[in-house]
């Protein structure tokens, strides 16, 4: 272990998730800091026995460290560079990187790829960069010249959007900025489809990447259907239902610029279509009284619990949604229901969905469940990685 790094010794106890290779440390399980330390430094974790536990990124806040590295030896040279390397391999085993009809995809999932607190998309040769920890901040020229090595000539760009992702308080100034390069396109693939991406003003980094595989099976299901693309953002779920053959496409959005990129989104791969109509209004209003107008309805919400605390209220408002569309949706339906907040377990989502089945008195029967896709790995050693859940539902 380095001398210059400080070390953060934890209560007893407080090692065994570190010796499973969960890579977070709570600010409640430090015992004792050795020395000053700065946002963003990288520290040494040791047990209460002084047993070396791992390397990892220290912030201010609830998760106090963001373990890097499980070995003693100084994450040094090319150490960045190998883990971005190993990502690449990855994808590109999964089909990406060469496959000519999708060049949309997650590149880093965070933890899931062992860089926790950050997430790179890479969406037509632009790497759009999300950082969440100081410590990634603080390395960012490092990651985008290990980018550069990695990718080579599939690289285009480099695009920082982490404004709003880290914290406050610290003392940096992120801002949204080119980093690299001239972008290719905005506009990128997805089995085929096309999309416009607005990564400098747009949602996450611009495109729920994560339904990729959930979008695709509604274009399974949409033949000659009246669907309805609830919380549609710029239409993903929509395009794939006209591509599937659906009678009729509603998307709905409280965003009008998130409207107004759904249209953009079908023109450009149905000119002139006339099935598809989007509407700038609120899930909750305009699930009052939809009746019996669809017969596939997708209900794609954003995080309604984004902390522990508001997980009530959040298993509450997937309660109404749901009860609404069960209680609306035309005999031999299907509805798509999901959540992405990472505090709300898959049980319990289910459990809401199944009260809200209950309320509505329908008979449902689960076809599929959803998760998230192959470049968002989950590390086995952080199941909290997982936080896309979704059920298919036939309704009666
Ligand atoms: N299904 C989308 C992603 C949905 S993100 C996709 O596949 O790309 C959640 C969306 O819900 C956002 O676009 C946000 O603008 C919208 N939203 C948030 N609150 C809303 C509300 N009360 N009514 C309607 N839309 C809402």
Redesign the pocket.
């Given at each position: 272990m380095p001398l210059e790094y400080v070390k953060i010794v934890l209560k007893s106890g407080k090692d065994q998730s570190l010796k499973r290779f969960h890579p977070w440390v709570f600010s409640g399980a430090i015992k004792k800091m050795y020395g000053q330390v700065s946002e963003g430094d990288l520290v040494a974790v040791y047990s209460n026995k002084d047993e070396f536990l791992g390397i990892g990124h220290y912030q201010v806040g609830s998760i106090a460290v963001r373990i890097v590295s499980f070995s003693e030896a100084e994450p040094k040279n090319d150490f960045w560079k190998n883990k971005i390397e190993k990502a690449w391999n990855y994808r590109q085993s999964l089909g990406f990187g060469r496959n000519a009809a999708t060049n949309v995809f997650r590149l880093i999932h965070a933890e899931g790829d062992g860089l926790p607190g950050l997430i790179v998309d890479f969406y037509n040769g632009t790497a759009v960069l999300q950082m969440h920890s100081v410590g990634m901040y603080l390395i960012r020229d490092e990651l985008v010249k290990a980018l550069q090595e990695v990718l080579g000539d599939n690289l285009k760009a480099v695009y920082d959007k982490s404004e709003k992702t880290l914290p406050v308080k610290a003392n940096i100034q992120p801002k949204d900025e080119l980093l690299w390069g001239k972008p290719f396109s905005n506009e990128v693939l997805e089995y085929g489809l096309k999309f416009k991406v607005d990564w400098e003003t747009g949602?996450k980094t611009g495109?729920?990447i994560d339904?990729r595989e959930n979008?695709l099976l509604v274009q399974q299901y949409a033949k000659n259907r009246d669907v309805l693309n609830m919380?549609?953002?710029?239409g993903?779920?929509s395009v794939y239902a006209l591509q599937g053959g659906a009678k009729t496409v509603h998307s709905?959005?409280?965003?009008a610029k998130?409207i107004d990129l759904t249209n953009e989104n079908v023109e450009l791969n149905f000119p002139a279509d006339k099935k598809h109509e989007a509407f700038t209004?609120?899930?909750?209003e305009f699930l009052k009284d939809i009746r019996e107008k669809y017969d596939l309805i997708i209900l794609?919400?954003?995080a309604f619990a984004k902390h522990r605390t508001t997980l009530p209220q959040a298993l509450q408002g997937y309660k109404r949604i749901n009860t609404r569309a069960f209680e609306q949706i035309r005999n031999g339906g299907i509805l798509f229901t999901f959540s992405c907040s990472q505090v709300v377990s898959k049980d319990r989502f289910r459990e809401a969905v199944f009260s809200a089945a209950a309320i509505a008195g329908r008979n449902v029967r689960i076809m599929h469940q959803l998760t998230q896709p192959a470049d968002h790995p989950v590390n086995i050693y952080h199941p909290e990685g997982e936080y896309l859940k979704g059920l298919v539902l036939f309704v009666e």
């Amino acid at each position: 272990m380095p001398l210059e790094y400080v070390k953060i010794v934890l209560k007893s106890g407080k090692d065994q998730s570190l010796k499973r290779f969960h890579p977070w440390v709570f600010s409640g399980a430090i015992k004792k800091m050795y020395g000053q330390v700065s946002e963003g430094d990288l520290v040494a974790v040791y047990s209460n026995k002084d047993e070396f536990l791992g390397i990892g990124h220290y912030q201010v806040g609830s998760i106090a460290v963001r373990i890097v590295s499980f070995s003693e030896a100084e994450p040094k040279n090319d150490f960045w560079k190998n883990k971005i390397e190993k990502a690449w391999n990855y994808r590109q085993s999964l089909g990406f990187g060469r496959n000519a009809a999708t060049n949309v995809f997650r590149l880093i999932h965070a933890e899931g790829d062992g860089l926790p607190g950050l997430i790179v998309d890479f969406y037509n040769g632009t790497a759009v960069l999300q950082m969440h920890s100081v410590g990634m901040y603080l390395i960012r020229d490092e990651l985008v010249k290990a980018l550069q090595e990695v990718l080579g000539d599939n690289l285009k760009a480099v695009y920082d959007k982490s404004e709003k992702t880290l914290p406050v308080k610290a003392n940096i100034q992120p801002k949204d900025e080119l980093l690299w390069g001239k972008p290719f396109s905005n506009e990128v693939l997805e089995y085929g489809l096309k999309f416009k991406v607005d990564w400098e003003t747009g949602q996450k980094t611009g495109f729920f990447i994560d339904q990729r595989e959930n979008r695709l099976l509604v274009q399974q299901y949409a033949k000659n259907r009246d669907v309805l693309n609830m919380f549609g953002y710029t239409g993903g779920f929509s395009v794939y239902a006209l591509q599937g053959g659906a009678k009729t496409v509603h998307s709905v959005d409280s965003s009008a610029k998130a409207i107004d990129l759904t249209n953009e989104n079908v023109e450009l791969n149905f000119p002139a279509d006339k099935k598809h109509e989007a509407f700038t209004a609120d899930a909750f209003e305009f699930l009052k009284d939809i009746r019996e107008k669809y017969d596939l309805i997708i209900l794609d919400p954003p995080a309604f619990a984004k902390h522990r605390t508001t997980l009530p209220q959040a298993l509450q408002g997937y309660k109404r949604i749901n009860t609404r569309a069960f209680e609306q949706i035309r005999n031999g339906g299907i509805l798509f229901t999901f959540s992405c907040s990472q505090v709300v377990s898959k049980d319990r989502f289910r459990e809401a969905v199944f009260s809200a089945a209950a309320i509505a008195g329908r008979n449902v029967r689960i076809m599929h469940q959803l998760t998230q896709p192959a470049d968002h790995p989950v590390n086995i050693y952080h199941p909290e990685g997982e936080y896309l859940k979704g059920l298919v539902l036939f309704v009666e």
